[in-house]
């Protein structure tokens, strides 16, 4: 599975982005996806993630009631929608692609075997 996302940019305060990552190869819809990120100076963290049916969603706490993620099957995509944004969610974003993620494995970086190259969102107070 190859991995290409993007949808970042510059947005102030307040301001909504949507995040797209598109995926090759024919077994997508068999992947859970991830989204993590990367601050500057900062380790990478969990942000969201949906199981291959797209019917359970998980998020950190830092990003509920304001991010969601979604996911098109028939057009190897997951999204990230991302309202009322902060200065703190400035990062690079990254989407990942996984199999066979049980519950405690959800936000572990190191359980996910795909990446994206990551796409830069600035958030300016």
């Known amino acids: 599975v190859q991995l290409q996302a993007s949808g970042g940019g510059l947005v102030q305060a307040g301001g909504s982005l949507r995040l797209s990552c598109a995926a090759s190869?024919?077994?997508?819809?068999?992947?859970?996806m991830g989204w993590f990120r990367q601050a500057p100076g900062k380790e990478r963290e969990f942000v969201a993630a949906i199981r291959w049916s797209g019917g359970s969603t998980y998020y950190a706490d830092s990003v509920k009631g304001r991010f969601t993620i979604s996911r098109d099957n028939a057009k190897n995509t997951v999204y990230l929608q991302m309202n009322s944004l902060k200065p703190e969610d400035t990062a690079v974003y990254y989407c990942a692609a996984a199999q066979g993620l049980i519950l405690s494995d959800i936000a572990r970086e190191s359980r996910y075997r795909y990446w994206g190259q990551g796409t830069l969102v600035t958030v300016s107070s």
């Open positions: 190869g024919r077994t997508f819809s068999s992947y859970s």
